[in-house]
């Protein structure tokens, strides 16, 4: 008989939004006739906008001649969009990356699972708490922790606790970590990291030989322009840094998949015997190993997010749910919660009542107003007596989610 992997079964019971799928389902079998009202997962609700949609019906029927029809493209990405990558998203902001810097995937959590591969076994991992789930589980997956502990943290992690206490930002590890995730705009908790903040984390990474992946994921989101979209707008990052973007919340991407990732070639490991190798080739022979590329008509479809009228599309999406965050704080600060996030991010994060955990409020919302959220813990364990709400939902459902909330106060 075949042996299994014995680090899956360190996991800790269901992945997150498995478990809160499981809860919600139980109820409503139980209350058909109840309308639930779903800001737990952060999935966009509006439709692709029409360019994009334009972009992609045009690109199939390419596909339906001989002259347009595509095979396999370049693992990396075709040139048309990579060019528009760096020129919009780096080039504009005054960041100089390279084209053969940018690796087009089908989604951010896959690019923050996979990376760790490159990276030895033994190497040491550090990460916001609370945190993404992905980037614990998957190193739990690999074989780089130990078991978990009964507060809920695994051995060979060293965990940075952000909660009001510290307003949400980590104090720099005192123990060295091999890597550092961080992501800004934070999920869950919606905050973000001034220039004067990565700044800190950059020359710490330097200092200490630390690399860090920097998930950007909801850099779109961002109003004050004082803060920073990418970390490569901190001098030296480019040594340091692995950065993560996506077209998933940004242009509504979540059921198309498209995502990419930054490794400059100045970034560098070491091996067992000390000589000096680029992440850049390793990751460049994993990806054209293990990958195919993203597709013809997605990689138009994301093209078409940089024409004028995507931009413009695009950003009257974020500005959409942007109001919605604006709608779910104002209407929980004046139930008397206290709230965190929604002004540079799509999240809002909440202190649960006195005496509920964080699951406890999960079911007492979901019982009491029908409203689905996410429970902190599911976050980490700093993420206990915390909850997540999402603006992702359509603007009549917030409104009627904040009117049950404030019934319930």
Not at 112 to 131: H, L
Not at 166 to 182: A, G, W
Not at 248 to 276: D, H, M, N, W
Not at 331 to 346: I, M, R, V
Request: charged share 25%.
């Amino acid at each position: 008989m075949a042996l299994i992997n014995e680090n899956y079964l360190k996991l800790k019971a269901g992945y997150l939004f498995p478990e809160i799928g499981r809860r919600v389902k139980a109820y409503s079998d139980a209350h058909p006739g109840q309308r639930i009202i779903r800001l737990g997962i952060g999935d966009v609700t509006l439709p692709l906008p029409k360019s994009i949609v334009n972009a992609m019906k045009s690109a199939a029927d390419d596909m339906g001649t001989s002259s347009g029809f595509h095979g396999y493209g370049p693992e990396q990405g075709y040139d048309f969009l990579v060019n528009k990558i760096v020129e919009n998203d780096f080039q504009a902001r005054g960041i100089q990356i390279s084209a053969d810097e940018v690796f087009v995937s089908d989604g951010s959590k896959c690019d923050s699972g996979n990376i760790q591969e490159i990276f030895a076994i033994d190497s040491k991992i550090a990460v916001t708490d609370p945190v993404y789930p992905v980037y614990v589980d998957t190193n739990v997956m690999a074989g780089r922790t130990g078991e978990a502990g009964s507060d809920g943290r695994y051995q060979n992690i060293i965990y940075m606790p952000c909660t009001a206490e510290n307003n949400f930002q980590p104090e720099l590890p005192k123990e060295r970590p091999d890597i550092i995730y961080l992501c800004y705009p934070n999920n869950p908790t919606g905050m973000v990291a001034s220039k004067e903040k990565l700044t800190e984390w950059v020359t710490y990474a330097k200092k200490n030989q630390s690399i860090i992946f920097f998930d950007a994921a909801y850099e779109a989101f961002i109003q004050d322009e004082s803060v920073p979209r990418s970390i490569y707008e901190i001098p030296g990052a480019r040594e340091v840094a692995i950065e993560f973007r996506s077209f998933s919340k940004t242009a509504g991407f979540t059921g198309i998949r498209c995502a990419y990732i930054v490794i400059p070639k100045e970034l560098k490991g070491k091996t067992t015997q000390g000589e000096e190798v680029s992440f850049h080739s390793l990751w460049n022979r994993r990806h054209t190993t293990k990958f195919n590329g993203v597709s013809y008509v997605t990689q138009k479809a994301a093209e078409a997010c940089y024409l004028p009228e995507g931009k413009k599309e695009i950003q009257e999406s974020i500005a959409y749910y942007m109001k919605n965050a604006s709608l779910i704080k104002k209407g929980l600060d004046e139930a008397g919660y206290k709230t965190y996030g929604g002004t540079n991010a799509p999240y809002i994060w909440l202190k649960t009542p006195e005496g509920k955990t964080s699951w406890e409020f999960f079911d007492f919302l979901l019982r009491e107003a029908q409203i689905v959220g996410t429970p902190g813990s599911g976050f980490g364990p700093s993420g206990e007596g915390y909850f997540r709400l999402s603006a992702f939902g359509k603007r009549e459902d917030v409104e009627e989610a904040i009117l049950r909330i404030k019934k319930l106060s």
